[in-house]
């Protein structure tokens, strides 16, 4: 259940990187959003269950590589070479 939210807040993410470059930090604000939503979808449902901690734990380690990738991408997208 905690991966749900996070599908769309990647394409949400996505799109808007793509769309508008200088709201690339809006869609970030975007992830973290979803990134709360799943947290109170964890609480909630899963919190009896050791196998969805674990997997709470890589969406936590695959936000923060995902939200590193995006600012890089953003800093190498507005930067002047």
């Given amino acids: 259940m905690p991966y749900m939210p996070n599908l769309f807040a990647i394409s949400v993410t996505v799109y808007f990187s793509f769309r508008y470059n200088s709201m690339a930090y809006l869609s970030l604000s975007f992830r ?38 995006y600012i890089t991408a953003f800093y190498f997208t507005t930067s002047q070479f």
């Fill in 32 to 69: 973290c959003l979803f990134f709360l939503v799943s947290v109170l979808l964890f609480i909630y449902n899963s919190w009896y269950s050791f196998a969805n901690v674990f997997l709470w734990l890589l969406n936590i380690l695959q936000w923060i590589t995902m939200s590193f990738l």
